[in-house]
């Protein structure tokens, strides 16, 4: 069975989440989106399997709430779990760090990581018009909260 692990990721770390962003996103990150979140000191977390590299976090922390501004998995991995895992990790930070919610944006398109939002507990607050660029013109943003109540982030 394979082994597990998150941990901060570091400057060096980017190639290689480059080239998981770039295979899994029409509209991906730049080398200098990472970079620069992590000198501006967001919150960046590689998943790893067997030492191996396959998804990564970024969560930046706006007052009480964390912005979950970056969830991804490699394409190869992806359907086994390892995504619910890296969201759940990411909400039991924030609440051990005493934020409030979690609040993300996310394409409608996007039906795996939509169902991955609602299976656990978000809520649409909102939607930003025109907000992410798209292959014809422009595509909304559905806003969705989670707030950190106790206990665990396990699915409902
Ligand atoms: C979205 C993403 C992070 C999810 O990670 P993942 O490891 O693939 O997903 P998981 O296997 O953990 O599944 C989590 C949930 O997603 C949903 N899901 C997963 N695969 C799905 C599929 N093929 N069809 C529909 N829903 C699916 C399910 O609700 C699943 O929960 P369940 O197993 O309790 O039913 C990953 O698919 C990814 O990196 N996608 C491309 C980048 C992206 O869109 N990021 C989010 C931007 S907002």
């Known amino acids: 069975m394979a082994l597990f692990s998150i941990r901060p990721m570091r400057e060096d770390d980017v190639p290689q989440v480059i080239e998981i962003e770039n295979r899994i996103y029409e509209f991906p990150w730049s080398a200098r989106n990472f970079l620069d979140s992590l000198r501006a000191g967001y919150d960046l977390h590689c998943f790893l399997l067997d030492d191996i590299l396959v998804g990564y976090i970024v ?19 992806q359907g086994k779990g390892y995504g619910k895992h890296l969201l759940q990790w990411g909400l039991s930070r924030a609440r051990m760090a005493g934020l409030e919610g979690m609040l993300l944006e996310v394409r409608p398109s996007n039906t795996v990581a939509k169902a991955l939002y609602d299976n656990q507990g978000f809520k649409l607050i909102g939607v930003r018009k025109n907000y992410y660029p798209a292959r014809v013109g422009r595509e909304d943003a559905l806003v969705l909260f989670k707030r950190l109540g106790q206990g665990l982030d396990i699915a409902a």
Do not use: G, Y
């Open 59 to 77: 969560m930046m922390q706006v007052v009480d709430e964390v912005h979950l501004l970056n969830i991804s998995v490699s394409a190869d991995q």
